[in-house]
């Protein structure tokens, strides 16, 4: 989406193929990220999965407040944003997720 937007192909397929793609990805990667983040701790995996869905709405409020305050008529804050977070998502899943990602007792 971001390179389409940037050589400025501005069409309604331009966003929905690539935004549909990030929705799929988003549909794999959050259900696994939630059971990551709680997994560790069994007895406490209620306020584990409270404190994780509280961190995605604090950062999604931000993203929100960052895209609002840059709308400009054009595709460029919509797809720039989705390109930096798709980009970090990924450096996170290829760094500290290899890393720190192996369960205890394996």
Same mark, same amino acid.
């Given at each position: 989406?971001? +390179?389409?937007? $940037? =050589?400025?192909?501005?069409?309604?397929?331009?966003?929905? %193929?690539?935004?549909?793609? &990030?929705? @799929?990805?988003?549909?794999?990667?959050?259900?696994?990220?939630?059971?990551?983040?709680?997994?560790?701790?069994?007895?406490?995996?209620?306020?584990?999965?409270?404190?994780?869905?509280? +961190?995605?709405? $604090? =950062?999604?409020?931000?993203?929100?407040?960052?895209?609002? %305050?840059?709308?400009?008529? &054009?595709? @460029?804050?919509?797809?720039?944003?989705?390109?930096?977070?798709?980009?970090?998502?990924?450096?996170?899943?290829?760094?500290?997720?290899?890393?720190?990602?192996?369960?205890?007792?394996?």
């Amino acid at each position: 989406m971001g +390179l389409l937007a $940037l =050589a400025g192909v501005h069409t309604v397929w331009a966003i929905v %193929a690539p935004a549909t793609l &990030t929705m @799929l990805a988003h549909g794999v990667h959050q259900p696994c990220g939630q059971t990551g983040a709680v997994g560790p701790f069994p007895q406490a995996a209620g306020a584990a999965s409270a404190i994780n869905g509280f +961190l995605m709405m $604090l =950062a999604a409020f931000g993203i929100g407040g960052w895209l609002g %305050a840059r709308m400009d008529g &054009t595709v @460029l804050p919509l797809a720039l944003g989705t390109w930096f977070w798709s980009v970090c998502i990924a450096l996170v899943a290829w760094t500290l997720v290899r890393r720190h990602g192996e369960p205890h007792g394996h």
